[in-house]
């Protein structure tokens, strides 16, 4: 039988952590898709995480069963690297992972105000002002790094992976499918990502919002996480996505009148900021055909 997860994010561990030495494994995202082996033991499950051959235990209260006649395996069974110390703000190997440092903190749910310092915390850490990991080079730049990384530490979901044509056609069949770089999985960019907002991001979690005033408001009165995804009038030129963020003490979206015109934004692209709102206005309204969008939506994750 198949499970997902039903939290925010779940250890797997080598033995049940009541067990003094056990060591976790993996951090499994949320709706991350798992193959029960063994639940005998009613608090703590034996799982296999799919298209890996990694196996361990996880609270079972955590998980939720999966109605496989509701789902295609395509849909559920997302393409997720472990991180990886080799995916470092310091290098541009293996972007396509989290990062693997312990020292940058993830999101604190206890309560708004935790989130919401945490949130700060987040964004000085990955510090894309400074980090080689968001630099933009000859051949790219990193909006949809950064907001992947940033999202991944604030313990809500966004795709970094899709799978291939091919792998798909596996998974349909009822089949695993090994992770791969470029051969099963290959990169989610900025113009799939918009897509993804619109058909997918509901079941994660996120909720769709009309303006940016309103977005910006209900980052400040959660401590949530806000998206804003922008399609190219070109499409085979990159799109945008950025965060937006609590605003704190120092750091203010622009308002007139009262109401947000532009909020408070985190970003890699041409121009990597920690925070920013009023320096590039509503950038996402750009009416350019060759550098603008044709299409801006404004998403919200608790």
Sequence with gaps: MKYRVATSSLNLTDFPPTMDNSTILANIPYRHTVKLIDNTHADWWKVKLLNTDKEGFVCSKDLELLDETLHKGSDIEIPNFEASPRSSLDSKEETYKPIGNPDIPFRDLTSVESKKTSIKKIIDALDVEKSFRYEKDEADTYCNVYTFDFCFFARVYIPRLRW???????????????????????????????????????????????????????????????????????????????????????????????????????????????????????????????????????????
Excluded: C
């Excluded at 044509?165 to 900025?190: C, H, M, W």
């Excluded at 058909?199 to 303006?211: A, L, R």
């Excluded at 400040?220 to 937006?244: D, L, Q």
């Excluded at 692209?269 to 950038?283: I, L, P, Q, T």
């Design 164 to 302: 291939t044509d091919k792998a798909i056609e596996e998974l349909e069949k009822g089949n695993e499918v090994q992770l791969i770089f470029n051969e099963t999985v290959r990169p989610f960019y900025s113009n799939y990502l918009y897509d993804w907002f619109l058909e997918s991001s509901k079941d994660f979690g996120w909720e769709q919002m009309s303006d940016v005033d309103e977005l910006q408001k209900k980052v400040n009165e959660n401590g949530g996480v806000g998206v804003i995804a922008a399609r190219r009038f070109i499409m085979h030129k990159s799109g945008h996505v950025v965060v937006v963020v609590p605003e704190t003490e120092t750091e203010k979206a622009f308002r007139v009148d009262g109401k947000v015109i532009y909020p408070l934004q985190s970003q890699a692209g041409y121009d990597n900021y920690n925070y920013f709102s009023e320096v590039r206005k509503d950038w996402w309204a750009n009416p350019d055909p060759e550098k603008g969008y044709s299409s801006a939506i404004f998403y919200y994750h608790e």
